[in-house]
């Protein structure tokens, strides 16, 4: 518990004080992912064996991911903006379900407006991250350096609190 909650504190400090760093980091091991998985899909294009299955198909498939692999590791902020807009887009259809719930399916007025305000919230928030994606994945990445910051902290704490009871109790023999 005591080296979870310590690793988890020093992943939230290195993205809370390096939040641009982080995010290049995550695009660049994101790339290397890519090429892995592509290269799987490469090699087993060339086993499959079956019917209505392209092996060219799969290998040209295998080529282009390998291909994006390699753009994402050469330019990480590609990635980073394809997905500040993927969560500015996804925040504003989020706020328009929300709006339309609460005005279609709530009765209940105070409950409407709630709902209402939380999915008008997500729009408007959904629109400065689409428009400004890098800063939006920053902050995401410097929330969850907060998150781990306090998450870790309360595992070392918990960690000593087990340790500390731990070794007040009572050993009984068997006899």
């Given at each position: 518990?005591?080296?979870?909650g310590l690793v988890s504190l020093l992943?939230?400090?290195?993205?809370?004080?390096?939040?641009?760093?982080?995010?290049?980091?995550?695009?660049?091991?994101?790339?290397?992912?890519?090429?892995?998985?592509?290269?799987?899909?490469?090699?087993?294009?060339?086993?499959?064996?079956?019917?209505?299955?392209?092996?060219?198909?799969?290998?040209?498939?295998?080529?282009?991911?390998?291909?994006?692999?390699?753009?994402?590791?050469?330019?990480?902020?590609?990635?980073?903006i394809a997905a500040g807009v993927a969560?500015?887009?996804?925040?504003?259809?989020?706020?328009?379900?929300?709006?339309?719930?609460?005005?279609?399916?709530?009765?209940?007025?105070?409950?409407?407006?709630?709902?209402?305000?939380?999915?008008?919230?997500?729009?408007?928030?959904?629109?400065?991250?689409?428009?400004?994606?890098?800063?939006?994945?920053?902050?995401?990445?410097?929330?969850?350096?907060?998150?781990?910051?306090?998450?870790?902290?309360?595992?070392?704490?918990?960690?000593?609190?087990?340790?500390?009871?731990?070794?007040?109790?009572?050993?009984?023999?068997?006899?």
């Amino acid at each position: 518990m005591i080296v979870l909650g310590l690793v988890s504190l020093l992943v939230g400090l290195f993205l809370v004080f390096l939040p641009v760093f982080a995010v290049d980091l995550f695009a660049t091991f994101a790339g290397i992912a890519v090429i892995i998985l592509a290269a799987i899909v490469m090699v087993e294009g060339l086993f499959i064996d079956h019917e209505g299955v392209s092996h060219w198909g799969v290998l040209i498939l295998g080529i282009l991911g390998i291909l994006l692999g390699i753009i994402i590791m050469v330019v990480p902020a590609l990635l980073v903006i394809a997905a500040g807009v993927a969560l500015g887009l996804f925040l504003i259809a989020f706020g328009i379900i929300e709006v339309i719930v609460a005005f279609l399916l709530l009765d209940e007025m105070m409950v409407r407006f709630v709902i209402g305000i939380m999915g008008l919230f997500a729009m408007v928030l959904g629109i400065l991250v689409a428009f400004r994606p890098v800063t939006g994945v920053e902050t995401v990445a410097l929330l969850t350096g907060l998150y781990l910051i306090v998450l870790g902290m309360m595992r070392v704490a918990h960690g000593l609190n087990e340790r500390h009871a731990e070794q007040n109790i009572p050993v009984k023999r068997l006899e």
